[in-house]
């Protein structure tokens, strides 16, 4: 017999797509689990009623719409409605008998389908901004740049295209042991070994994580000891980053929450770069040391 869902016993994760219907304990109240799970839904691009009918089926092996209605609080006018769509969309099953019964399908089958359309709508999305012609303005682009980005994900993905962008040297210092990432091992590893990587830690056991996880790259113990204190917000300093010796990553992170914010700067000539490169050198050997290049 296969097993439904339930929804007191768990809430489904999502984790392709970064969004959670997430895995919660038996001790979390039913209605908390409930709303979760139809908010999850509606941004995976259900409607409210569409959201709160699957919810309601996964809280019974099958169920009719007065049914269906009656735990649910959506009109059993509208309940006929939202099954059409939740059938169209594979995540609901019909049995045409008087009255008809309704079901959700398994939860393999439902985890499935949501990423294989969540996937779809950002490959769709992609190839539509791609599409578009750019717009540039008539006045020249501006030699320095700095921008800001604030999120973990956002400042490890700009963190990740950095460094697959560069040619020549990779200086990067990391302020808090909590950004040595799985993710980020493995981009440090795919780095060409032709390319100088060169990378400080805040403390000598975070350098031996570095080490052992990245072998290819040149360690140091940064010289810059206040990158390990926290202000008087509480933030400390997560990672710099220096791309061939013209483009600076800087960020801060909230230990306790692990909210990133983080600047990041190119062009030669920008005052930003060439600070942080003097600020980066410290704790390297002089024969290492990222210099400015020459003009």
């Known amino acids: 017999m296969v097993t439904h869902m ?32 139809i908010s999850v839904l509606q941004q995976l691009g259900l409607k409210e009623y569409e959201a709160k009918c699957f ?20 009109p059993r006018t509208r309940i006929y409605d939202a099954i059409r769509v939740l059938e169209a969309q594979g995540l609901v099953e019909i049995q045409h008998t008087s009255p008809k019964q309704f079901r959700a399908v398994p939860l393999e089958e439902a985890i499935e389908t949501l990423r294989d359309q969540y996937q779809d709508r950002v490959d769709r999305l992609e190839g539509l901004l791609n599409g578009m012609e750019d717009v540039e303005p008539d006045d020249e682009t501006p030699v320095q740049e700095v921008w800001s980005m604030t999120g973990p994900a956002a400042v490890e993905n700009r963190t990740e295209k950095l460094l697959n962008d560069a040619e020549d040297e990779v200086v990067f210092v990391i302020g808090h042991p909590s950004l040595l990432t799985d993710d980020l091992v493995d981009t440090l590893n795919r780095i060409s070994s032709r390319i100088d990587l060169l990378i400080g830690a805040v403390t000598e056991s975070l350098q031996d994580r570095v080490h052992e996880a990245v072998p290819g790259a040149r360690t140091f113990v940064s010289g810059l000891e206040w990158l390990n204190e926290a202000d008087d917000t509480g933030l400390v300093m997560g990672r710099l980053l220096l791309i061939d010796r013209s483009t600076i ?4 992170i909230e230990p306790d929450t692990g909210d990133e914010h983080a600047v ?32």
């Not at 970064?18 to 409930?34: C, E």
């Not at 990553?249 to 801060?252: F, G, K």
């Not at 704790?283 to 003009?295: I, K, Y």
Request: hydrophobic residues 40%.
């Open 6 to 37: 339930r929804l007191h016993e768990n809430i489904w994760s999502t984790q392709a797509t970064g969004l959670w219907l997430g895995y919660m304990s038996t001790d979390t109240p039913p209605d908390d689990l409930r709303d979760e799970a």
């Open 55 to 74: 919810v309601g089926l996964s809280r019974l092996t099958a169920g009719t719409a007065k049914q269906l209605s009656e735990i649910t609080d959506v």
């Open 249 to 252: 990553l800087v960020s801060t």
């Open 264 to 295: 990041f700067g190119g062009g030669f000539k920008n005052g930003l770069v060439v600070m942080s490169r003097r600020l980066m050198a410290q704790g390297l050997v002089p024969t290492r040391d990222p210099s400015p290049a020459v003009d």
